[in-house]
């Protein structure tokens, strides 16, 4: 895809909210909704194209059936589906860049598109918690009128997440404690979307039954990975 949109669209298609209510608080329950709806759409795409992580069981096993049981097989097609060269010489080239985790994320979001559209038929994408965030990361930033994203990860764990529609005007990207009650998280990796409010709350129920991507110390603060404004041309 040449123009660096997405040509598939999940069978949930975004409908607009109402922002005409005289309310607040149905203001920002519309919005909510309508943030809600946009992570689904995300979660919807990445089943569509079959991406499939390494690190989940029940995909995983169906990631070996397609490498018929060849761990070392799936290992190598998982960094090539990451786009790991292209990452090295991004690094290299732009590492002082702001804009160089920006330029990874479409990257990524661009090689899943050709892995997709490839003519030797439907493969899986080998995609754990970083590179689906990225995949929905392009996804939604591609669409028009797009939500603020925040493409966030655990300072003292591994995991990533989406944060969609904070106001970067009032609120601070790693605190979702200054988060409005319209933001809404998408963990990609497990394909599920929740409010903002309960982000420390979600992590640490899916670390109960994940323990892999627990924090040390549960500590659960986050770091910026990338952002994109609203309403902003991508890439």
């Not at 040509?7 to 809600?36: C, F, L």
């Not at 759409?41 to 079959?50: G, H, Q, T, V």
């Not at 059936?65 to 190598?76: L, Q, V």
């Amino acid at each position: 895809d040449e123009t660096g949109k997405w040509t598939i669209m999940p069978d949930k298609m975004e409908a607009e909210g109402d922002r005409g209510s005289s309310s607040s608080s149905n203001y920002h329950a519309s919005v909510r909704e309508q943030n809600t709806r946009k992570g689904q759409e995300a979660i919807d795409l990445l089943k569509n194209i079959k991406a499939l992580s390494t690190n989940l069981s029940e995909e995983k096993e169906e990631l070996l059936r397609f490498f018929n049981g060849d761990e070392n097989a799936m290992s190598s097609a998982r960094r090539y589906c990451r786009g790991e060269p292209m990452k090295r010489a991004l690094e290299r080239v732009g590492h002082r860049s702001p804009n160089l985790q920006k330029e990874i994320i479409y990257q990524q979001g661009k090689l899943a598109r050709e892995i997709h559209n490839s003519p030797h038929g439907s493969v899986p994408i080998l995609a754990n918690c970083g590179m689906k965030v990225s995949v929905a990361f392009d996804y939604l930033a591609s669409k028009d009128a797009n939500p603020q994203l925040d493409k966030l990860s655990f300072k003292y764990g591994d995991h990533s997440f989406l944060v969609i529609g904070r106001n970067p005007d009032t609120s601070t990207a790693t605190d979702p404690t200054t988060w409005p009650s319209d933001v809404v998280v998408l963990d990609a990796w497990i394909g599920n979307v929740f409010e903002g409010s309960r982000a420390i709350e979600n992590f640490q129920e899916i670390a109960r039954t994940h323990p892999e991507i627990a924090p040390k110390d549960e500590d659960y603060s986050f770091k910026v990975v990338a952002s994109h404004p609203k309403e902003t041309q991508w890439p």
